[in-house]
């Protein structure tokens, strides 16, 4: 594929998400850029919701990191059903009853002002980095085919990413992602179903065919019993469950496209239908990851250093130009969620919890619209430098590193969102943020020395659960009785 033509793929996407702005942002409001005026439909939040979840971490890590960890990985998608039935049923029904526009408004009012803004500061850490490590992967591919060939830097080409993105949740904010999203997600989903069928027919193989060979090959293993390895089966399943509540549970990015909802009943057919349809979409995408892999194989195909490059290298460099364009397609619509959902959420829970712009009373709606457009702009800046350095210092495969932050920035969330709800204490506000602090701070020295400390064992994604356990001890060393 020419550089032009994949120019050309992404220009023409891009508009198609620029048109669907135009219908959906006239005549926004505040509140619709924030919850939607509560009018989504559920199965349409569902759906988009799909897309926002896999992002481009899942289009291009998951299917590399077969290689190494086979279908372990489907262990930890097999948690993430339990932990979207505990959102469903105990989070939900607490966030709609107190009718919520950012989730940490509950802690304000659970245990305090420190605690309040601990939680909210946790999430625009998280959503920070966790954004631009799914962005990095989609905007170093565009550099390395496209740009690259008109000596294009890096940092430009973020700059024209961010700014897409930026122009096009501006004014409809999350009114404007719930369609957007559907849109991204039919094409993602396509993509990975159509390179399966191109690799299938290179090979001469049948769908069926294919997974007996990668069953041959090794490649379908899925428990580890090993319970020392950072793959073993139980920690898979319970990391995955404790992933989901706080990544979606306790994350404002995914509960204000819930929160959009007409009400709690919607909210819930959305979070049980699209939790069963995850497991699916996880599974082909594990699925691809065994063809390639083979694929790679069958034509004695160099595997490139870095698993995320393994995916693009086969679609644009040896399965034809249809193939190559439908991984380009699909990776920017795997791309686009992660940016446009990232930088919505950042910018409701800043104006929210830190700005207080709603409870403004003698503030007029136009003046904090403006203010709201000046945190859009900031949070996009600040994601294009954190892209940047990401590049810098990236060393391997970014869903792993996705999820070893997320132990450490969403752990204090977790610790706290259950102690509120599964205890009747209340807690010396004023020290909540050093217990927050001090949990991660923990888990890093026990992480870098688990082998040495406990006989060889070796932490993989339950340092998110060993996370919340310290900061739950450290809240209950600092509470008294309500």
């Known amino acids: 594929m020419s550089p032009k033509t994949i120019l050309f793929a992404f220009f023409a996407y891009t508009a198609l998400l620029f048109f669907i702005t135009w219908l959906t942002a006239r005549k926004s409001t505040n509140r619709g ?19 926002a979840s896999l992002s481009g971490v899942t289009f291009m890590s998951v299917p ?12 930890v998608v097999a948690g993430y059903l339990f932990g979207y039935a505990l959102i469903a049923t105990i989070l939900l029904p607490l966030y709609y009853r107190l009718n919520l526009t950012s989730i940490y408004s509950y802690l304000e009012s659970r245990f305090g002002f420190w605690s309040y803004k601990t939680g909210a500061f946790y999430f625009l850490l998280s959503r920070v980095i966790g954004a631009s490590f799914r962005m990095f992967l989609v905007v170093n591919v565009l550099q390395v085919f496209v740009f690259d060939a008109w000596n294009i830097p890096f940092g430009l080409t973020v700059l024209i990413f961010i700014v897409l993105i930026l122009l096009y949740t501006f004014k409809g904010g999350i009114k404007t992602i ?19 069928y191109i690799i299938s027919r290179n090979m001469d193989l049948s769908l069926s065919g294919l997974y007996h060979r990668a069953m041959d090959n090794g490649l379908t293993r899925m428990f580890n019993t090993d319970w020392s390895d950072r793959r073993f089966f139980l920690k898979q399943f319970f990391s995955g469950m404790f992933i989901t509540i706080v990544m979606t549970g306790l994350d404002q990015e995914m509960m204000q496209k819930n929160l959009s909802c007409r009400n709690l009943k919607d909210a819930q057919k959305n979070m049980f239908t699209f939790s069963g349809v995850l497991v699916f979409v996880n599974f082909i995408f594990l699925f691809l990851g065994a063809t390639l892999f083979m694929f790679a194989e069958f034509k004695g195909i160099r595997l490139p250093g870095r698993s995320d490059d393994l995916f693009p290298l086969i679609a644009i460099n040896y399965l034809g130009p249809v193939a190559g ?3 380009i397609i699909g990776l920017i619509s795997a791309a686009y969620p992660s940016a446009d959902g990232a930088l919505t959420s950042l910018t409701t829970s800043f104006c929210i919890d830190f700005l207080g712009l709603p409870k403004k009373e003698n503030m007029d709606e136009k ?14 800046m ?6 940047i350095l ?21 752990g204090p969330l977790l610790g706290l969102y259950t102690f509120g709800l599964f205890t009747r204490k209340q807690v010396r506000d004023k020290l909540v943020p050093v217990i927050a602090i001090i949990s991660p701070c923990i888990c890093y020295l026990l992480s870098n020395y688990s082998v040495l400390i406990f006989g060889g064992y070796k932490f993989g994604f339950e340092l998110l659960i060993l996370n919340g356990f310290i900061t739950f001890a450290g809240l209950l060393l600092v509470s008294r009785k309500n």
């Open 390 to 410: 990401f590049r810098a210092i990236n060393d391997r495969a970014v869903i792993d590193k996705l999820f070893t932050v997320a132990g450490y920035t969403y």
């Open 325 to 327: 364009l439908v991984f």
């Open 367 to 380: 003046k904090k619209e403006r203010i709201r457009y000046l945190v859009h702009v900031t949070f996009a």
């Open 33 to 51: 850029f924030y919850i939607g005026n509560k009018a989504s439909p559920w199965f349409v939040v569902s759906y988009g919701m799909i897309g």
């Open 64 to 75: 590399g990191w077969v290689g190494d960890t086979q279908f372990s990985y489907f262990l």
């Open 178 to 196: 719930i369609w957007t999203d559907t849109v991204q997600t039919t094409f993602m989903l396509l993509a990975v179903i159509l390179s399966i």
């Open 382 to 387: 600040l994601l294009l430098g954190v892209i």
